[in-house]
């Protein structure tokens, strides 16, 4: 990898994304409407919103990361941007690091003003840190555009990108501890939420939520979480084509 050439794919991105405006207000809005909604559906039971709000606050991000990311890098492959990029001097690497980072600003954006909405608007009660919180929501996001760059390779067209949310993000949803605890669930069910990163990101937030200082929970969640996207990002990288299908 080569840092000038990573960060001048990043800008370039962040370019691009600058004119396409839909994109932009999906990333960064969309969790924060979402999470107003949520507390109004429970206006007569704020102990209720207490309860699942913090796990949603990174659930929703990566969800929509996910999606934006797949369908943005989708684009550019069946535009023949890509194939045309990695035949200049520029390794794949280079391309899903450059990718990461410009999303990634755009992930710490997200989260800044989804952690902010939740905790000082919607009136979010945690017993932990709001930097925890926000360290949370950010590597959630950064899970969902890892994801998002790695699936991408897999499809030869947006609609086949978003397909890919029922098999990759539904079933993390469902077994991620939001609507049971993970320790209730069948035996096999639970072996399944244990390799599934969202479960690690449903616990970080939980951890939070109950506890003022920092667990070994939290860290144990936190490394697992990073680690997840980090091994995406590889993968991404290893299974990216340098020729449009």
Request: aromatic share 8%.
């Amino acid at each position: 990898m080569n840092l000038y050439r990573t960060l001048a794919t990043a800008a370039r991105v962040l370019r691009q994304l600058r004119h396409d405006p839909r994109s932009i207000a999906l990333m960064i809005l969309v969790p924060c409407v979402m999470l107003l909604l949520l507390r109004y559906v429970f206006d007569g039971s704020p102990q209720t919103f207490d309860s699942i709000g913090a796990s949603l606050l990174g659930i929703f991000p990566l969800i929509t990361m996910f999606l934006v990311t797949s369908i943005a890098t989708l684009r550019e492959r069946t535009s023949g941007t890509l194939e045309r990029l990695l035949a200049m001097p520029l390794g794949k690497g280079d391309l899903i690091a450059g990718y990461a980072l410009a999303f990634g600003a755009l992930a710490v954006v997200q989260s800044l003003l989804a952690t902010g909405l939740a905790l000082w608007a919607l009136g979010l009660s945690v017993t932990g840190s709001a930097w925890l919180l926000l360290l949370i929501a950010l590597l959630d996001a950064l899970l969902g555009t890892a994801l998002g760059l790695f699936v991408s390779a897999f499809a030869s067209s947006e609609f086949q990108a978003v397909q890919f949310m029922p098999a990759v993000i539904f079933p993390q949803l469902l077994l991620c501890g939001l609507f049971a605890r993970r320790d209730t669930m069948q035996p096999i069910l639970e072996w399944i939420s244990d390799v599934l990163p969202m479960s690690y990101a449903v616990d970080g937030m939980n951890q939070v939520l109950h506890n003022p200082d920092i667990t070994g929970d939290f860290i144990r969640d936190v490394v697992i979480v990073a680690g997840s996207a980090l091994l995406v990002l590889a993968l991404g990288a290893a299974t990216l084509r340098r020729r449009t299908a």
